[in-house]
C-alpha cells in the first residue's frame, strides 16, 4: 500500500525529474545538477522502503511527461524489468535528450554493465 509519505516521495521525484529536465533545455547546468541530486535523494528514500517504495515510483511509469517515466523506468529495471523496458522502448523510439537518455539505459541493461539499483 502506498502511504502518504510514499506519495510525497514520489511527487518529489517527479517534480525533480521535470525541472531536471527543463533546465537543461535553458542551458541551465547547475540548476539541472541541483534537481538530479534532489530526484535521487528521494529515489534513495523510496528505498529504505524496500519495495513497496520501489512499487511507489513505478505509478510514475503513467506519468503525463516522458522525462519522468523515462527517469523511473531507468531507477527501477532490475526490479521491474519487463515494464521499465516497456516504458524505456517507447521512449527511445524519438529523437532527442530523453529517447537517447532511453536508448543509453536500454544499452546499458544489455551490457550487463546497468547499475542504477543494485541488488
Do not use: C
Not at 27 to 49: C, Q, V, Y
Amino acid at each position: 500500500m502506498v502511504t502518504e509519505d510514499l506519495q510525497k516521495l514520489v511527487a518529489k521525484f517527479a517534480q525533480h525529474a521535470a525541472a531536471q529536465t527543463d533546465a537543461i533545455w535553458r542551458g541551465d547546468a547547475n540548476a539541472a545538477n541541483k534537481h538530479a541530486d534532489e530526484s535521487i535523494a528521494a529515489f534513495r528514500m523510496l528505498k529504505t522502503h524496500g519495495d513497496v517504495g520501489r512499487d511507489a515510483l513505478a505509478t510514475l511509469f503513467t506519468h503525463p511527461r516522458m522525462d519522468v517515466r523515462t527517469a523511473a523506468a531507468a531507477l527501477l529495471l532490475r526490479y521491474r524489468t519487463a515494464e521499465a523496458k516497456a516504458v524505456l522502448e517507447e521512449a527511445a523510439k524519438g529523437k532527442g535528450l530523453i529517447p537517447f537518455e532511453a536508448r543509453e539505459a536500454l544499452k546499458r541493461w544489455e551490457e550487463g554493465t546497468w547499475s542504477l539499483d543494485p541488488t
